[in-house]
Nanobody
Framework: QVQLVESGGGLVQAGGSLRLSCASS??????MGWYRQPPGKQREFVAA???????TYADSAKGRFTISRDSIKNTAYLQMNRLKPDDTAVYYC???????????????WGKGTLVTVSS
């Protein structure tokens, strides 16, 4: 079993930065990803990273967000820069034992952390 705990959310002004952390415990996992659910909308993919360091981003995150991973600490990070009000959402960390990062294919989910970007 894998447990994921997110932290680092909060209130920030547009143009600011936040770094989210996702601490994992339990068995080693391959893919760790970040997803978000804006108010009144469906959950969507943000970024993912494999155990080998391969990264992928949603178009909305490219150039502004950076996903990284510390294998020793079993922690994934999402550095978010130049935040916009449209980035306001609950951000979830998810993990998968296999390959891929499809939203419906992730094996484990955290409870989420709220990010609010004010204009």
């Amino acid at each position: 079993q894998v447990q994921l705990v997110e932290s680092g959310g909060g209130l920030v002004q547009a143009g600011g930065s936040l770094r989210l952390s996702c601490a994992s415990s339990g068995r080693p996992i391959n893919v760790m990803g970040w997803y978000r659910q804006p108010p009144g909308k469906q959950r969507e993919f943000v970024a993912a990273i494999t155990s080998g360091g391969i990264t992928t981003y949603a178009d909305s995150a490219k150039g502004r967000f950076t996903i990284s991973r510390d294998s020793i600490k079993n922690t994934a990070y999402l550095q978010m820069n130049r935040l916009k009000p449209d980035d306001t959402a609950v951000y979830y960390c998810a993990a998968r034992n296999g390959i891929g990062w499809g939203l419906n294919n992730m094996d484990y989910w955290g409870k989420g952390t709220l990010v609010t970007v004010s204009s």
